[in-house]
C-alpha cells in the first residue's frame, strides 16, 4: 500500500492583535468596532470583513467610508504575518501591497525597492528602511500561509 506525501504543515501560524495596534485607527473608531460590531481584534476585523458587502455594512454602521475599512481589513490582514505584526503592516499598504497573497507573489528585491523609495520620499532617510533579510522574511512567511 503506496502512501501519498501529505501536504506540509506551515509552522508559521496567524498572529491576531488588538485592534488598538492597528495604524491609524482612531481610539473612536476603535471603540465604535467594539461597541457596535464587537470587533476587539484583528482576527474578528478580517472575519466581519472578509468580502465587499461586509466592508459596506462596517462602513455604513460606523458612519466611515468603504475606502477607511477596507484599508483596515487590509492592514489586518499583513499584520497576520508574524515578522509584519501590526509593525509593519501599514508600511507594506503605503508601499502598494494590499493582502498576504499580493506579499507572497512579491519580488523580494523589488519590494526592498519601493520601501526604500517610500521612505526617502516621505522620511528624506535610507537608514530607517527594512533591511532585505527582513524582507525576504515577510515574503517567505506569506508564502506559507
Not at 482576527?43 to 455594512?57: D, H, S, V
Not at 497576520?80 to 519580488?107: D, E, F, K, N, W
Request: charged fraction near 15%; proline fraction near 5%; charge should be positive.
Amino acid at each position: 500500500m503506496a502512501i501519498s506525501p501529505s501536504k506540509p504543515q506551515s509552522s508559521i501560524s496567524a498572529c491576531d492583535w488588538p485592534i488598538s495596534q492597528l495604524p491609524g485607527l482612531t481610539s473612536s473608531n476603535q471603540k465604535l468596532l467594539s461597541e457596535k460590531c464587537e470587533i476587539t481584534t484583528t482576527a474578528e476585523l478580517l472575519k466581519k470583513g472578509r468580502t465587499q458587502a461586509q466592508k459596506m455594512m462596517l462602513a455604513n454602521l460606523l458612519q466611515t467610508t468603504l475606502r477607511e475599512v477596507s484599508k483596515w481589513v487590509a492592514m489586518a490582514d499583513l499584520a497576520r504575518i508574524p515578522s509584519v505584526g501590526c509593525q509593519y503592516c501599514g508600511l507594506l499598504l503605503h508601499a502598494g501591497i494590499g493582502s498576504v497573497t499580493q506579499l507572497a507573489q512579491m519580488p523580494v528585491h523589488r519590494l526592498h525597492q519601493q520601501i526604500l523609495r517610500l521612505h526617502v520620499i516621505t522620511m528624506q532617510r535610507r537608514d530607517l528602511c527594512p533591511s532585505v533579510a527582513l524582507v525576504q522574511r515577510w515574503v517567505r512567511e506569506a508564502q506559507s500561509f
